[in-house]
Structures are given as C-alpha cells and as structure tokens.
C-alpha cells in the first residue's frame, strides 16, 4: 500500500507506480522491503522509511524501484506530470526491452 493511500490523501495512477517497485523488490529478493509482526509498524515504515537497496542489485533496478517508491506522488517515476508510462518505458532498466 503506498504512502498516499495510508495516509488517506487519496491515490491515483502513481498508487500502482509504487505496487510495481514494491513487487519489483520482492522478485529480486524474495522478501518485501517492509515487514514487521506488527501492523502499524509497517504502515510507519512504508510513510517515513527509505526503502534498503541490497548490494547485488544492479545500479538501474536500484533507481528503477527508488524512483518507482519515492514518497512523494508527483515526484514518482511514471506520474502524469513527469511523462507517464513512456518516462517508465524510458528507464535504463528496460533498456534491452523492445516495447514494440
């Protein structure tokens, strides 16, 4: 669930910006970046806690799942305002990928 959503300001395009980066993390790790037996510890860790980039992740899914998690909405990677799905598309993580 992204910052927004937990804090009840509302959640648009950029809400399922961020599942991607969390699920992106997940595939590469095998655990989620924020977890905890308590609920509401969780919840304070997703609105006030940087996401921990492990060592064997490249430098581009590193800024793939930093830009995709950024707190703020409207500085998210693929938000409206900042080119949508094409700047996402546009990311040196995909670079290999022919969206053709």
């Known amino acids: ?9 509302g959640h648009e395009v950029s ?19 924020f977890s905890s037996r308590n609920i509401e510890q969780i919840a304070d860790d997703i609105r006030f806690e940087e996401i921990t980039m492990k060592d064997f992740f490249s430098s581009d899914l590193k800024s793939l799942i930093d830009g995709l998690t ?22 040196p993580f995909f670079k290999k990928v022919n969206w053709e």
Not at 71 to 88: C, F, S
């Open 15 to 33: 809400s399922d910006w961020w599942s991607l980066g969390i699920v992106l993390y997940e595939l590469a790790t095998g655990n989620p970046p």
């Open 1 to 9: 669930m992204s910052p927004e959503i937990l804090n009840e300001a």
């Open 70 to 91: 950024t707190k703020d909405p409207k500085k998210r990677l693929g938000h409206p305002i900042r080119g949508g799905v094409a700047q996402v598309k546009l990311h």
